[in-house]
């Protein structure tokens, strides 16, 4: 089923539901196996106001050995966060009343070391530079790709550990296939 939803000046909001298919017998390009050799197993917290992105990235990272806890805003990624800090935290920059920037700065005030990369999808270019001055390791657009995110998660747990005072080697890849390198 299609439901579009649209209210003048808020925007509009389409959501597609589709049938729950059977599991494949072999991993798909879309959802890559991790050699258990390459699994770091970190601790991610998922902050997305769009559901399907937020469970898109959940079993994304699920799906390559980490134990990924999600939250539908700001406040709730918070909560979680000092219930439990995170290695990696994944914001979506644009999120109401708490934006990423916002989440990133309370983040880096209690834990220095993990690494807070924001999501947008408003598609603007992004300086790297004043990204970190505003406590902001990585920014990606909504439309990256998954063997990205999965180097993109592995690269940061591995800093994030690594300035915590316990070191992880990370293997090398080709290419991550989304944003810039931290």
Same mark, same amino acid.
């Given at each position: 089923?299609?439901?579009?939803?649209?209210?003048?000046?808020?925007?509009?909001?389409?959501?597609?539901?589709?049938?729950?298919?059977?599991? !494949?017998?072999?991993?798909?390009?879309? *959802?890559?196996?991790?050699?258990?050799?390459?699994? @770091?197993?970190?601790?991610?917290?998922? !902050?997305?106001?769009?559901?399907?992105? $937020?469970?898109?990235?959940? &079993?994304?990272? *699920?799906?390559?050995?980490?134990?990924?806890?999600?939250?539908? &805003?700001?406040?709730?990624?918070?909560?979680?966060? &000092?219930?439990?800090?995170?290695?990696?935290?994944?914001? &979506?920059?644009?999120? $109401?009343?708490?934006?990423?920037?916002?989440?990133?700065? $309370?983040? =880096?005030?209690?834990?220095?070391?993990?690494?807070? /990369?924001?999501? *947008?999808?408003? %598609?603007?270019?992004?300086?790297?530079?004043?990204?970190?001055?505003?406590?902001?390791?990585?920014? /990606? *657009?909504?439309?990256?790709? /998954?063997?990205?995110?999965?180097? @993109?998660?592995?690269?940061?747990?591995? =800093?994030? $550990?690594?300035?915590?005072?316990?070191? /992880?080697?990370?293997?090398?890849? =080709?290419?991550?296939?989304? %944003?810039?390198?931290?």
């Amino acid at each position: 089923t299609v439901r579009v939803d649209s209210t003048p000046g808020e925007g509009t909001r389409i959501r597609i539901d589709l049938p729950v298919a059977e599991p !494949a017998s072999e991993p798909s390009a879309l *959802t890559p196996e991790v050699a258990p050799r390459e699994r @770091i197993g970190g601790k991610v917290i998922v !902050a997305d106001d769009e559901e399907g992105v $937020r469970e898109l990235l959940r &079993d994304i990272l *699920t799906r390559a050995g980490h134990e990924v806890r999600s939250a539908e &805003d700001g406040g709730e990624a918070l909560a979680l966060f &000092d219930a439990e800090p995170a290695d990696l935290v994944i914001s &979506d920059l644009g999120m $109401r009343p708490i934006n990423g920037f916002e989440v990133a700065r $309370r983040v =880096k005030a209690v834990r220095p070391s993990t690494v807070v /990369v924001l999501l *947008t999808g408003w %598609g603007a270019e992004f300086d790297s530079e004043a990204a970190r001055r505003r406590d902001v390791d990585q920014i /990606v *657009t909504k439309s990256f790709s /998954v063997p990205g995110i999965v180097e @993109i998660a592995r690269a940061a747990i591995a =800093k994030s $550990r690594e300035g915590a005072g316990h070191p /992880v080697p990370v293997p090398q890849s =080709k290419s991550s296939g989304a %944003g810039s390198a931290m």
